[in-house]
């Protein structure tokens, strides 16, 4: 069962602002990663942090965890149109175990 | 990078008829591989985790005998969605794990039954 829950659902910015997505979880996990998927398309990896790190940077991309909360977030600075997407955070509790996806926020960057 | 594919993209098939999805992972072997599907603005959502040689892991609610997963090999494995229906309209993704965590996924194949 889907145990992610992703906030906000959907986000609309302009080109150049910086966009923060959340994503919290219900279980404890190993590690956690965000996903981009362009409409129609399959989905781009992102990033990974593991449960032992909390914070994790990747060019304009920075993924915070905190597992007290069961909570991360993902940044996006200085946002591109091209980055339009889908972004879903996935967590899983074992290595090479099975995927559970957050429901996922639709960006939208406004040229 | 490792690279995954899937074929067909888009399929359109009567209500009634089977339809066959292939996995590939093209430059790497993957004894694992998952299948998700996924409604339109929606999450994905695992279906079964397909094992090289062995039988399928299917997640509460999906119907094994509606849904046939077959991974012969390293490389293939392959989604029969059998007696298809509209219900079963659905995009279908594909993922190969790599090492011990890194899923790689398919671009996906959009199925639509009428």
């Known amino acids: 069962s889907q145990q992610g829950e992703e906030d906000p659902q959907a986000l609309s910015i302009q080109e150049g602002e910086n966009a923060t997505m959340n994503c919290s979880y219900k279980t404890s996990i190993n590690n956690l990663q965000w996903y981009r998927q362009n409409s129609g398309r399959g989905l781009v990896h992102l990033i990974l942090i593991r449960s032992n790190e909390r914070e994790k940077h990747s060019g304009r991309l920075r993924v915070t965890l905190d597992t007290s909360k069961k909570s991360s977030s993902l940044l996006i600075t200085a946002s591109r149109a091209a980055d339009t997407a889908s972004y879903f955070c996935?967590?899983?509790?074992?290595?090479?175990?099975?995927?559970?996806f957050g429901e996922g926020t639709q960006l939208t960057v406004n040229p | 990078g490792a690279v995954v594919s899937q074929h067909p993209s888009r399929v359109i098939c009567k209500s009634g008829t089977s339809v066959k999805i292939e996995c590939r992972s093209l430059?790497?072997?993957?004894?694992?591989m998952f299948w998700y599907r996924q409604f339109p603005k929606k999450s994905l959502m695992l279906m079964a985790t397909s094992n090289e040689g062995s039988k399928a892991t299917y997640e509460q609610g999906v119907e094994k005998d509606k849904f046939l997963i077959n991974h012969a090999s390293l490389t293939l494995s392959t989604l029969t969605v059998t007696s298809a229906h509209p219900e079963d309209s659905s995009f279908y993704i594909c993922s190969a794990l790599l090492e011990s965590y890194e899923q790689y996924f398919g671009p996906g194949t959009r199925l639509t039954v009428t």
């Open positions: 430059d790497f072997q993957a004894t694992t």
């Open positions: 996935a967590t899983d509790q074992t290595s090479g175990s099975r995927l559970t």
